[in-house]
């Protein structure tokens, strides 16, 4: 790697290298390759290089949703001399010692979902905290402000800590209703959790509970799973991620799950690819290609109303 320009944008590294088209090697870095997420990200990449016809080498390590193992992951990508490192996913805070270490190396970070900090060139995502307030008061309001919520979180991303920040925020003006418990879900093993966690909360409260707000697309089936099981078919639940199955549920007429939110996951993935092709490959300073260094794509929410439109 010719490295010809060596400067900071904002705090982040940014490498500018000699030379035109290459078969560059790229580490992905996820923190939970099972995610629906990850991998819908991990597609539109892939996509996005078999259509540019891009002769890139990319290793994916997963991290099984570790913050540890995604920090030792960061730090065997700087090792190796990556030419880039994508991050999906993670929670940034976690890491700063290993992105410490490939920043100075000048290996150029670009991180998907997983919260700007000094040392990457930029975050791609969606607004959190916008797609919490348009789906958190919708489940409200559907459930006519009243009536007995199970609240799932999970605060070790940022992105569910922000949507479940703001679900907190917005259920001061519902004094109607009344959260049965609040769990956090551990991310190491989030399926499993949510469904064993489901299965206790309704054996203690069966039929009285009337909604189910999850951070994302998979607890929130999860939950689905449990309730159906148990012969509760009357209760309101909202997920986020806007997965084709989720959106697919959505779209039953019959289903209890009300609403999600259509994260642009694939999109992200090519965004990514077109940044490392105008910074890494091409050698364009980085403020010239990104305006700032987080960049949110639309989420628009989705219903019974419109889910149609989403399939």
């Not at 259509?51 to 949703?65: A, I, Q, T, Y």
């Not at 490192?85 to 940034?92: G, Q």
């Not at 940022?158 to 049965?180: A, P």
Request: proline share 3%; with cysteine.
């Amino acid at each position: 790697m010719n490295v010809i320009f060596k400067g900071t944008l904002a705090g982040a590294v940014v490498v500018t290298l000699s030379g035109g088209a290459m078969a560059m090697d790229i580490a992905w870095v996820h923190s939970n390759a099972a995610a629906q997420s990850e991998q819908r990200v991990k597609a539109g990449f892939e996509a996005w290089l078999a259509d540019s016809g891009k002769d890139w080498n990319v290793s994916f390590l997963d991290s099984g949703g570790s913050g540890e193992a995604t920090a030792s992951n960061l730090q065997d990508a700087a090792s190796r001399g990556v030419d880039a490192i994508i991050i999906t996913m993670s929670d940034l805070r976690a890491s700063r010692a290993a992105i410490t270490a490939a920043a100075d190396a000048g290996i150029p970070i670009f991180s998907v979902d997983s919260g700007y900090i000094d040392g990457v060139v930029v975050d791609v995502t969606t607004n959190n905290w916008a797609m919490s307030a348009d789906v958190s008061p919708y489940l409200l309001d559907q459930m006519g402000g009243e009536g007995n919520l199970i609240f799932l979180r999970m605060a070790e991303h940022h992105g569910t800590r922000k949507r479940g920040d703001v679900m907190e925020d917005v259920l001061q003006e519902y004094q109607g209703v009344e959260v049965l418990v609040e769990h956090n879900i551990d991310y190491t093993a989030f399926f499993e959790d949510t469904t064993s966690r489901m299965q206790d909360y309704v054996a203690r409260f069966g039929t009285d509970i009337d909604a189910v707000w999850a951070p994302w697309d998979e607890p929130a089936q999860a939950a689905i799973n449990v309730m159906q099981a148990a012969g509760l078919t009357d209760v309101k639940v909202i997920g986020i991620d806007g997965h084709p199955q989720a959106v697919a549920e959505v779209c039953k007429p019959d289903s209890m799950m009300i609403a999600t939110v259509s994260q642009p996951f694939e999109g992200m993935g090519a965004q990514i690819g077109d940044w490392i092709t105008a910074i890494v490959e091409n050698g364009t300073p980085a403020e010239d290609v990104i305006p700032a260094t987080t960049i949110y794509m639309d989420a628009p929410l989705v219903t019974k109303q419109n889910c149609q439109d989403f399939m």
